[in-house]
T-cell receptor, first 112, second 113 residues
């Protein structure tokens, strides 16, 4: 069973740029959630995708957007990067009707 | 959304049991109580979850108060590999079927050899 993988592991961008982060779900998992974790804080829910549609969102602006593909892999896109977007971005996959989420190792984004 | 309150940090000696408390006084009747832990430089890892009854698995036990306003994660014998940040979270099932999970800052557990 393949776990959740994310790419890239680290990324440096400058303010105003756009970034795309990628996530491959655990085999068979049809739901993916994205989280932002600032240094010293717990993960904050960004949004969740199920069957290629966003079906839940946290308190993040529209410049945070995502996609889920037919193979259940996912992307997180962030436009017009701000310094405060520097964080660890985590994706988690799950089956829709099950309790457990499986997290990837995260992508660490630094915005200069 | 219901919130959880945990101590910022705790210490335990290796090989001894650890009781990690969590308060969730505003929990609703359909909220599940989940515990995840995050080792340094890794994503969170599922530990255990429950609704009303106490739960046991190979990693830990979860004791839930009768009024469900608090819970305790029990590690029966702490090892150095258990040093991590432990998050107590409530899983709320919102309309549309999505599962929102809200993390606090967690409890940083230090295990002393």
């Amino acid at each position: 069973e393949t776990g959740v993988t994310q790419s890239p592991t680290h990324l440096i961008k400058t303010r105003g740029q756009q970034v795309t982060l990628r996530c491959s779900s655990q085999s068979g998992h049809n739901t993916v959630s994205w989280y932002q974790q600032a240094l010293g804080q717990g993960p904050q829910f960004i949004f969740q995708y199920y069957r290629e549609e966003e079906n839940g969102r946290g308190n993040f602006p529209p410049r945070f957007s995502g996609l889920q593909f037919p193979n259940y892999s996912s992307e997180l896109n962030v436009n017009a990067l701000e310094l405060d977007d520097s964080a660890l971005y985590l994706c988690a996959s799950s089956l829709r009707d099950q309790e457990t989420q499986y997290f990837g190792p995260g992508t660490r984004l630094l915005v200069l | 959304d219901a919130k959880t309150t945990q101590p910022n940090s705790m210490e335990s000696n290796e090989e001894e049991p650890v009781h990690l408390p969590c308060n969730h006084s505003t929990i609703s009747g359909t909220d599940y109580i989940h515990w995840y832990r995050q080792l340094p430089s890794q994503g969170p890892e599922y530990v255990i979850h429950g609704l009303t009854s106490n739960v046991n698995n190979r990693m830990a036990s979860l004791a839930i108060a009768e009024d469900r306003k608090s819970s305790t994660l029990i590690l029966h014998r702490a090892t150095l590999r258990d040093a991590a940040v432990y998050y107590c979270i409530l899983r709320a099932l919102h309309s549309g079927g999505y599962q929102k999970v809200t993390f606090g800052i967690g409890t940083k557990l230090q295990v002393i050899p």
